[in-house]
Nanobody, 128 residues
Framework: QVQLVEFGGGLVQAGGSLRLSCKPS????????MGWFRQTSGKEREFVAA????????KYADSVKGRFTISRDNAQNTVYLQMNSLKPEDTAVYYC?????????????????????WGQGTQVTVSS
């Protein structure tokens, strides 16, 4: 069974940093475009960041641009989301997602429906 598992969530003070990791099991996603999304209770899931299969192209939501960095290590089959200068409004459950069949493509994806696999999510709480 294919799974994506997120690690690294937790409680941090405003202005602090966290690094989320996403590691799949059951298959490799080194040839897949990947993304991070987040959701708070009662709100729609929103796009945070995306990266193409090679790591050469990235895209960020305006709300996190300049503070968050998405990266990947295909040798380790892991995708990261480095979150700096965290704000209380960044509090959410963060999900990683994978879109298969994108090897050699420069494309990244910002819409949730475009992804094939999702993790269970990890809670990030930023206190003021």
């Amino acid at each position: 069974q294919v799974q994506l598992v997120e690690f690294g969530g937790g409680l941090v003070q405003a202005g602090g940093s966290l690094r989320l990791s996403c590691k799949p099991s059951g298959r490799t996603f080194s040839s897949s475009a990947m993304g991070w999304f987040r959701q708070t209770s009662g709100k729609e899931r929103e796009f945070v960041a995306a990266i193409n299969w090679s790591g050469g192209r990235t895209k960020y939501a305006d709300s996190v641009k300049g503070r968050f960095t998405i990266s990947r290590d295909n040798a380790q089959n892991t995708v990261y989301l480095q979150m700096n200068s965290l704000k209380p409004e960044d509090t959410a459950v963060y999900y990683c997602a994978a879109k298969t069949g994108t090897i050699f493509s420069s494309s990244y994806y910002t819409q949730g429906y475009e992804y094939d696999y999702w993790g269970q999510g990890t809670q990030v709480t930023v206190s003021s």
